[in-house]
């Protein structure tokens, strides 16, 4: 390493000014050009908004840690959602609406699940922005849960470079 840095020392030193600009402006535009020769833009940042008329508070789960696996009961099914098993979560009570900007870490996955903090049937929305990008709008009156069958929920999932299909 260096060798590679006395090198490019002895080179500026040997090249003129408006060399030294253009040398410079190349290893800046070379760090950005991924992308624009790549053409896969690797997100910065996930936008939630959520909402309801039915309760003023819902309960949000969100993880940036976890693993997709196939679903047992439909194992060859290619339209079988994935279940999804959270390594690391964190999970609070929000008041309604609420807006949030996350920002991605070195894994590029997010989770997030809503439901009302009541066990009681209401409509609840989620939009989901990607960088600025809609990936997710959805708005629907879960039911609450019974004693035999869990209530539904709000589900999003996002995996950088995999198809994820919410529940």
């Excluded at 030294?20 to 940042?45: M, N, Q």
């Excluded at 969100?62 to 959602?81: A, R, T, V």
């Excluded at 609070?92 to 699940?113: A, D, I, N």
Aim: aromatic share 12%.
């Amino acid at each position: 390493m260096k060798f590679l840095w006395e090198s490019f020392q002895l080179m500026l030193h040997n090249v003129n000014r408006s060399g030294k600009v253009l040398i410079l402006g190349l290893i800046v535009l070379s760090t950005g050009a991924c992308e624009f020769l790549t053409g896969v833009h690797i997100p910065d940042h996930v936008n939630v908004q959520l909402g309801s008329s039915d309760v003023s508070e819902v309960t949000v789960v969100q993880s940036y840690h976890f693993i997709m696996i196939s679903n047992p009961e439909c194992p060859d099914d290619p339209n079988c959602p994935s279940v999804v098993y959270l390594v690391s979560s964190d999970t609070s009570t929000v008041s309604l609406p609420f807006e949030r900007t996350y920002q991605f870490t070195e894994r590029h996955q997010f989770f997030l699940e809503t439901y009302p903090v009541e066990n009681r049937e209401a409509t609840l929305t989620m939009r989901v922005m990607i960088d600025d990008e809609e990936w997710y709008n959805d708005f629907r009156k879960l039911r609450a849960g019974t004693e035999d069958d869990d209530r539904e929920t709000l589900q999003f999932v996002y995996s950088f470079g995999e198809q994820t299909m919410p529940n």
